[in-house]
């Protein structure tokens, strides 16, 4: 039951993405040059994609527990701090380089277009970097 409600979810949400533009790499970075062309319509779309998270994680929050019961697991770290920073300019770097972020790269993988299979390589690549680094950490 677990793996068809989560593929019930990766489906809704990889279709959300195609529907949108999301996963459409010049259509993202025709949003993210504000200097350029700026095409504003996607800031609907994470407007709306955060309207609903905000009323999802509240119900979620009230409940305490998943639909099935088991109880919910929500982050233990609440600061900002230089490695949620880097990370998050990282993040943003990369998705202003090529206009592709992670969801739309499985999703544009899935498609079997060639950017989103070596954007999932890079990904997987630098989770491996990232693994090395904090296991390196661990031990010095």
Do not use: Y
Request: glycine share 18%.
């Amino acid at each position: 039951m677990t793996v068809l409600i989560a593929f019930a979810a990766g489906l809704v949400f990889g279709l959300g993405l195609l529907v949108s533009g999301m996963a459409d790499p010049a259509k993202v970075l025709g949003f993210l040059d504000i200097a350029g062309p700026w095409d504003p319509s996607l800031a609907l779309v994470m407007g709306g994609a955060v309207g609903v998270a905000l009323v999802a994680f509240a119900l979620a929050r009230r409940r305490g527990t998943t639909l099935r019961g088991t109880p919910l697991q929500w982050p233990a770290a609440h600061g900002i701090d230089a490695r949620l920073v880097g990370g998050s300019v990282l993040f943003g770097i990369g998705w202003g380089l090529v206009g592709i972020c992670p969801g739309p790269a499985l999703v544009l993988l899935g498609m079997g277009v060639p950017n989103g299979v070596w954007f999932v390589a890079a990904l997987l690549a630098g989770m491996a970097l990232f693994e090395g680094i904090e296991r390196w950490r661990e031990r010095g």
